[in-house]
C-alpha cells in the first residue's frame, strides 16, 4: 500500500509564500517510477492539476500558476516539493499529492492518479 502524507498548508496574506511538501512511502512503492502531481479542490469546483513531475525532473504546469509555483523532488528521499510563491486568493483550495505510473497523460495532468494523500488547506486572504 501507498502512502502520500502533505505539509505545510495554512493561512496566508496574498503575495505570501508557502512550502508544500508530500511524503511517500509503501512497500515495494518505487518512487522513481512514478509521476508526482499536486492537484487542488476548491469548495463548490472540480479537482483541479496544479503541477506534475517525472523522475527525470521534466516538469508541467497549469497556466494559472506558471512563474509563482514550482514544483520538485527528491528520488532519494521520496519527497516531493510544491514551492508556491506570489500567492493569489484565487489559490485557496485544499492541494493534494498524487502518484501515478510513468505516463505523458500523467505528466499533463490528465491521467486518473493511482495514489493520492489526505489534502492540505490552503487559505489566503486578500
Known amino acids: 500500500q501507498v502512502q502520500l502524507v502533505e505539509s505545510g498548508g495554512g493561512l496566508v496574506q496574498a503575495g505570501d509564500s508557502l512550502r508544500l511538501s508530500c511524503a511517500a512511502s509503501g512497500r515495494a512503492f518505487s518512487f522513481s517510477n512514478y509521476v508526482m502531481g499536486w492537484f487542488r479542490q476548491a469548495p463548490g469546483t472540480e479537482r483541479e492539476f496544479v503541477a506534475a513531475i517525472s523522475w527525470w525532473y521534466s516538469t508541467n504546469y497549469v497556466d494559472s500558476v506558471k512563474g509563482r509555483f514550482t514544483i520538485s523532488r527528491d528520488n532519494a528521499k521520496n519527497t516531493v516539493v510544491l514551492q508556491m510563491n506570489s500567492l493569489k486568493p484565487e489559490d485557496t483550495a485544499v492541494y493534494y499529492c498524487?502518484?501515478?505510473?510513468?505516463?505523458?497523460?500523467?505528466?499533463?495532468?490528465?491521467?486518473?492518479?493511482?495514489?493520492w494523500g489526505q489534502g492540505t488547506q490552503v487559505t489566503v486572504s486578500s
Open positions: 498524487a502518484a501515478d505510473p510513468f505516463s505523458q497523460a500523467a505528466l499533463a495532468g490528465k491521467a486518473e492518479y493511482d495514489y
